[in-house]
């Protein structure tokens, strides 16, 4: 029989260079036999929820983080029991920490280790140290890095006297984690209570099981019997991971990017007949076809005709970038905060790819299991803002892309039609665009052609 060994796990990048994740749950326990690439953890970075997947096979030795923990990258969050034959996936994992090899002779240099990289997140990586890409038959643009949002945090202590610091935001951070133990941290969130609004009670300030108990039956009471002074007339929510994200995003977008909007309001009816003869379809039967999905159809369309809108500005080398490759990001709303996820190579795909692309992106992002690879990378966005009733609004650019359309809600409405007023379906575009890269010429231009599709799809025929 092979000897056993302890190989360390470390909190990797998920391919988004973000400094912390926190840890919401465990899928496993010590003492638990896990498999390769099994999901062992469920976590939250800066701008999506993920599962954590196994880099080894063996049992489970020791959980070294809490759920409620915020972790940062390379710091051990799991170790496990593995035979001494079994190595690492290759690009997996981290070097083992051989428990039996903590003294005596020097051991051999280790071997090269690659980076990390999970199942599913980042890309795979040669041996010269580049990541591997799809070949395509041109010579594309260098997709952009997604920009950090805030400092690399102060190094973790090593090892905390008690085990209420190890709750503590270390210096650097922005905020202070509520002092608590992990029995009190989890009675507070079966409770759906805020930690942020306690004070505690404990030593030093420790937040206790009958803090949160008290707390909980105060909010539980009728509103006549509570105080209506101090912390029970306001709600606290800490600013962290997905929210945190959006709001470094749209503040740097919104004073780094020169924005200018344009609008157009649109006779749709054309377009809404066509949806009904699709879905009536025998080759769309089971897909889903909303005005989304023709707008975005219409956007490539017109991004072949206007392509400084499909580009970014790259600051450090002084150079506009103009990609060869349409990644469509859609904005979503979702219980976590808004997510731009985007569709890869959406230029590449017909409407019924594109259709079913869209659905599986919509139904990846309400269900929380956007992956920080399906955020990276996109080139130019839509936000439908119509599903909320609203005709038209000012979106901010997704940081680093030049354009971003707004659809309004589609409404029957009076509208001059073969010189007749009659009722038709409308809609309202609202176009925000890089003044740096974009002139108002070609932003217009481009909003007419996307405009002329949604009136008049036959117009396609003349346009590609």
Do not use: C
Request: no cysteine.
């Amino acid at each position: 029989m092979s000897p056993a060994m302890i190989k360390e796990f470390r909190l990797p990048d998920l391919g988004e260079g973000l400094t912390e994740s926190e840890i919401l749950s465990w899928k496993v326990a010590v003492g638990d036999t896990v498999e390769l690439n099994q999901v062992i953890a469920e976590v939250e970075t800066a701008k999506a929820v993920v599962e954590l997947p196994s880099p080894f096979a063996g049992t489970v030795a020791a959980l070294h983080e809490q759920p409620g923990s915020v972790v940062e990258v390379g710091k051990p969050i799991v170790s496990f029991e593995v035979d001494d034959v079994a190595a690492a996936p290759s690009g997996v994992g981290e070097p083992a920490v051989d428990a039996g090899n903590a003294a005596g002779a020097p051991a051999a240099p280790p071997a090269p280790v690659r980076e990390a990289t999970l199942v599913g997140y980042g890309a795979a990586v040669e041996q010269g140290g580049h990541p591997t890409r799809r070949q395509r038959t041109f010579a594309p643009a260098a997709r952009p890095a997604v920009p950090a949002t805030a400092s690399a945090p102060a190094a973790v202590e090593q090892s905390a006297p008690s085990a209420v610091l190890q709750f503590e935001r270390q210096p650097g951070r922005q905020a202070e984690r509520p002092r608590s133990t992990p029995p009190v941290r989890k009675l507070a969130r079966d409770l759906g209570v805020d930690l942020t609004q306690l004070s505690g009670s404990g030593a030093g300030g420790l937040i206790t099981r009958e803090d949160v108990q008290h707390f909980a039956e105060d909010a539980a009471a009728p509103a006549s019997a509570r105080p209506r002074t101090g912390s029970g007339r306001e709600t606290r929510t800490p600013i962290k991971g997905v929210r945190k994200y959006t709001a470094a995003a749209v503040v740097q977008s919104a004073f780094t990017a020169p924005h200018v909007t344009e609008f157009l309001t649109v006779d749709v009816t054309a377009a809404m007949e066509l949806l009904e003869r699709l879905k009536a379809s025998r080759t769309f039967q089971g897909y889903k076809l909303t005005p989304l999905t023709l707008a975005a159809k219409a956007v490539l369309i017109a991004l072949k005709r206007n392509p400084t809108l499909n580009s970014r500005w790259d600051e450090a080398a002084q150079e506009i970038v103009e990609y060869n490759y349409v990644n469509l990001g859609i904005a979503a709303a979702t219980p976590r905060g808004l997510t731009v996820p985007n569709i890869k190579d959406a230029d590449a795909m017909g409407l019924l790819e594109l259709s079913a692309a869209l659905s599986e992106l919509t139904e990846a992002a309400r269900a929380g299991k956007t992956t920080p690879a399906d955020l990276a990378g996109g080139t130019i966005s839509i936000t439908n803002i119509g599903v909320f009733g609203i005709d038209a609004g000012t979106p901010i650019l997704n940081p680093g892309e030049a354009a971003i359309l707004s659809l309004g809600a589609v409404r029957k409405a009076p509208w001059v039609h073969n010189d007749e007023l009659a009722v038709r379906h409308v809609m309202s575009l609202s176009l925000s665009f890089d003044h740096r890269l974009v002139d108002g010429e070609q932003g217009s231009r481009f909003l007419a052609d996307v405009g002329a599709v949604l009136s008049d799809p036959g117009m396609v025929l003349a346009m590609v």
